[in-house]
């Protein structure tokens, strides 16, 4: 209690202005300031970095390496995340890293569509399954490319050459997913931004050829702008690492120092430092949190009478060595009353902001809402739910 006294008393490092009962409520992106808590704790003492003014002024980090800029201190912390959680096989497969995911699934749609495709005039397909991630259209259509462009729903998709996304568990509605396509001339990129514990119960390792992961999502870390991306092939890894050379000249030595040294924390918080509760466990916090979200949201739900919500999917989870419940990073709320079509504009009526359900090309009575802002900001939120009758 008396240390989330003091956190209050802290500016956020949003810098967003502190939310008051009548504040309108933005949960249109899904910015994860709830981990903020964690690293105000114990935790961030050992997360802490100093950059002295002569480090990290090379473009170069590892001229050996297909990644040339991938700092071997990242590489090696996002390997041992990688043993410890369980979530993905690492072992035999190219580490990149990006300015975000964001840079690296441009990466992987530039690597996996072919240049002669688009000298004939027909643009590799993009697809993915709708409910989509409202970014995979916008980002692929952005630049108006001659080699891929967006293709929708990838249930409908008629052709055999494609780039399926598959994001699991999905951006927006928690599902767990599975490639729809399986032509033989097809390719799938595997987006696992939220393929860690504290949202979804870890059922193997994956091992997929294209797998996207990112510090956002992990550990909170968004404004660092880190992601990585295992990938199998060699010659897809060089291409992607092109695409990287080109657009950015490489990825801040600066964000993977820090990067390494925060998956280093919470790596180090399971293997050697004594747990204190879940101070130093980021996995356990963060579960807990969501745990508690739900069950507010799931409360509030059923005393307003008016939304559904996906149900809860249990599953054995190989990480926590328990059957646990998935707790998606975002609500895929429904309005259930016939007359409002339109939730995000209902919602907006209560102050409350949500991305609606057309820019993840399913309808306007469902809306994404993000469980990952602050515990004043979700607080006020979940009261306001309840008492929308
Ligand atoms: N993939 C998914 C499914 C996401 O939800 C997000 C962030 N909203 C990203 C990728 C991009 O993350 P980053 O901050 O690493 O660019």
């Known amino acids: 209690r ?73 590489e090696r912390e996002v390997r041992r995340l990688h043993r410890l959680v369980g979530n993905a096989v690492a072992e035999g497969y190219h580490v990149l890293v990006g300015t975000g995911s964001t840079q690296l699934f441009q990466a992987a ?24 991630y409202s970014s995979y259209p916008a980002v692929t259509d952005f630049l108006k490319s001659g080699l891929y462009r967006w293709a929708g729903d990838a249930r409908t998709f008629d052709g055999e050459t494609y780039i399926e996304l598959v994001c699991s568990p999905n951006n ?20 696992l931004a939220y393929y860690w514990p504290q949202y979804t119960p870890i059922t ?26 295992l990938v199998k092939d060699r010659v897809v890894a060089q291409r992607m690492n092109k695409f990287i050379e080109l657009n950015t000249i490489g990825v801040s030595k600066d964000s993977q120092l820090r990067a390494a040294k925060i998956l280093k924390a919470i790596s180090d918080g399971y293997d050697h430092a004594p747990a204190v509760g879940d101070r130093t466990r980021l996995f356990h916090f963060a579960r807990r949190k969501m745990m508690a979200r739900w069950g507010a949201l799931r409360a509030a739900v059923a005393s307003s009478g008016i939304f559904s919500l996906p149900d809860e999917l249990p ?26 079509y339109d939730l995000e504009g209902y919602l907006r009526e209560c102050k ?24 004043e900001a979700f607080a006020i939120f979940v009261d306001r739910i309840a008492a929308m009758k």
């Open 109 to 132: 749609l530039y690597a996996l569509s072919p240049p002669g495709a688009a000298a004939a005039g027909a643009p590799m397909s993009v697809v993915s399954p709708v409910p989509y």
């Open 315 to 340: 599953g054995y989870c190989t990480f926590a060595k328990e059957t646990v419940a998935a707790y998606p990073p975002f609500a895929w709320l429904r309005c259930e009353k016939e007359e409002v």
């Open 172 to 191: 927006p509605d928690g599902g767990v997913r599975e490639a729809v396509l399986k032509s033989g001339t097809g390719v799938a990129v595997h987006d």
């Open 2 to 74: 008396e240390e989330e006294g003091e956190e209050l008393a802290v500016a956020p490092s949003s810098g967003k202005p502190p939310v008051t009962p009548d504040s309108v409520i933005n949960l249109d992106h899904g910015d994860p300031t709830m981990y903020e808590q964690f690293w105000r704790g114990d935790a961030g003492e050992r997360a802490t970095i100093v950059i002295p003014g002569w480090q990290t002024m090379s473009y170069f980090s590892d001229v050996g390496n297909i990644c040339w800029f991938l700092e071997a201190g990242f």
């Open 204 to 229: 193997e390792a994956a091992a997929h050829d294209v797998m996207l992961f990112t510090a956002s999502k992990c550990t909170g870390h968004a404004g660092t702008r880190l992601g990585w991306a």
């Open 352 to 375: 409350i902001v949500s991305r609606g359900g057309a820019k993840f090309g399913a309808d306007g009575r469902v809306v994404r809402i993000s469980m990952l802002d602050t515990d």
